[in-house]
């Protein structure tokens, strides 16, 4: 399949209408939208901010980007690296020298680039709430340090919010300012991202939305408006606007920096705010920004690509590289907010979803697909079938652990069809996933609003299935007599 031959007033019209018919199947509140060519930016904005208290979404609206924001957090990294103050192989006890896990040998040799790449094998989903003081990363280190080893360092790839927690922390340590305040100072600022925030009494004084849960058929305002700051730097905090993503999405394509301007007769310089601050050009100017997007290894199940695709893991970001294009992306959940975001940077083609809905990742989906079919010209690969035996079902059948969590996933053999069962947090119960097989120990979920996202059964050295990946988390098989570590349900879930 070719790119579209369209004209880009004849392309715009054509994504809005794609947009508005999807936001009507899937009865999404609220989005903003961006799709980024080489011919211009196009932003379209549907919906309301919320059922309750509607007004109508705007490019200035602010959303919930959730963990896109491990690439703003990757991003510093690389400009303190820029700098000089780190590197992204040096070890976390580099910078961290009392830093602690459950397995001493994982701790000595972490690094940061382990952090950034989801490789640590401890307890990814640890969402501890220790307060809105400035000491919050510090502390919630400490209730990593009791934190289960799931798999060996570097072992079977599993997302992993926790590490970012430690490179969010080094960053604290290597600038003398708090996590926050350095990705301001070294990233948003330089790009003139002056509409992204972390804090609720900054983005309460500009147009907001509410999240929605979907239970049922209904949508449900989420309550409270969640923001734990121990897990800013996964991406609880940060908020945002289409137009700074598309300043980002830029950046990222074409190294695009915001104007520097002098300071005014008594107006106090970035340098005075805290150290690595400066008046001078930004690092981000003349950093290799294609280091952010050079394989480190490969990770199994694609999260953002066609159905059935494998992908890699750069410095954060997820790659997908087809003939014709590269894609490089993250994708954000907070509770009733869920975000997409990905560029070419060989096309200079770009798009951005941000949604108030919890179901929001389906209606992303769906669009990202259509953009990369009419704009990248990308066509779908064959996802392959296979047949498995009865036998083969019972033994992919059973009980899997939320790790850290006191939830379990079954899965079901059902009129020959293997079934997940994944805990509905929000509306309680279970909601069912069907299988459709493409290799074996390989699966699409067919249907509903996790249609089309990849399942795979890993086995250990003797065969047995040990581990249930469902997209990019690892889940243990239970074992009789095993120690299932729990702990309270957190409040918050990223992806």
Not at 13 to 32: C, H, M, N, S
Not at 76 to 96: H, I, M, N, P
Not at 270 to 282: D, F, L
């Amino acid at each position: 399949m070719t790119a579209t031959t369209k004209s880009s007033t004849e392309l715009a019209a054509a994504f809005e209408q794609e947009a508005k018919r999807l936001l009507e199947e899937f009865k999404i509140p609220g989005v903003t939208l961006g799709l980024l060519t080489p011919d211009g930016d196009h932003l379209v904005n549907l919906g309301v901010t919320s059922l309750e208290n509607p007004l109508p979404i705007t490019s200035d609206t602010i959303f919930q980007i959730g963990s896109n924001t491990k690439t703003l957090t990757s991003l510093t990294v690389s400009v303190l690296e820029a700098q000089g103050k780190l590197k992204r192989d040096d070890t976390v006890r580099t910078y961290l020298p009392d830093f602690k896990l459950k397995d001493e040998s994982v701790a000595a040799e972490l690094t940061i680039l382990d952090t950034l790449t989801h490789q640590g094998g401890f307890q990814g989903d640890l969402f501890e709430d220790t307060g809105d003081g400035d000491d919050a990363l510090a502390k919630v280190l400490d209730k990593l340090a009791e934190a289960p080893q799931v798999v060996p360092l570097r072992g079977h790839w599993s997302y992993n919010n926790a590490g970012f927690y430690i490179a969010g922390r080094i960053i604290e340590v290597v600038t003398g300012m708090t996590w926050e305040a350095a990705v301001t100072e070294l990233v948003l600022k330089p790009l003139g991202m002056d509409h992204t925030f972390f804090f609720p009494n900054m983005i309460m004084t500009h147009r907001f939305v509410a999240g929605h849960n979907k239970i049922g058929d209904e949508f449900v305002v989420q309550r409270p408006w969640q923001m734990v700051r121990s897990a800013g730097p996964a991406g609880s905090t940060c908020s945002s606007t289409v137009s700074d993503m598309a300043r980002y999405a830029h950046y990222i394509m074409s190294g695009t920096v915001a104007p520097t301007s002098e300071p005014q007769e008594g107006e106090a310089t970035s340098a005075s705010a805290g150290e690595g601050g400066s008046t001078e050009t930004s690092p981000l100017a003349t950093l290799d920004r294609t280091r952010l997007w050079t394989p480190v290894r490969p990770i199994g199940i694609a999260l953002n690509g066609f159905p059935g695709e494998r992908g890699q893991i750069g410095q954060s970001w997820f790659l997908d590289q087809y003939d014709d294009a590269l894609v490089i992306s993250h994708g954000g959940t907070t509770v009733g907010q869920q975000s997409d975001f990905w560029v070419s940077p060989d096309r200079k083609v770009g798009f951005i979803a941000m949604t108030n809905a919890s179901n929001g990742h389906a209606m992303n989906r769906k669009l990202s697909e259509w953009v990369k079919r009419e704009v990248l010209g990308l066509t779908p690969p064959e996802a392959g079938s296979h047949q498995p035996s009865e036998d083969e079902l019972k033994d992919l059948a059973g009980t899997y652990l939320v790790v850290g969590q006191p939830l379990k996933m079954d899965v079901e053999v059902r009129d020959g069809v293997l079934t997940l069962l994944i805990p509905d947090t929000a509306a309680g119960g279970t909601k069912d996933a069907a299988l459709r097989f493409i290799g074996p120990d390989r699966a699409i979920i067919n249907g509903g609003d996790m249609d089309g996202y990849a399942i795979d059964f890993l086995r250990d050295e003797q065969g047995e299935v040990e581990f249930l990946k469902v997209v990019v988390r690892l889940y243990p098989r239970e074992r009789a007599g095993a120690d299932t570590d729990t702990q309270p349900i957190p409040a918050l879930e990223e992806v």
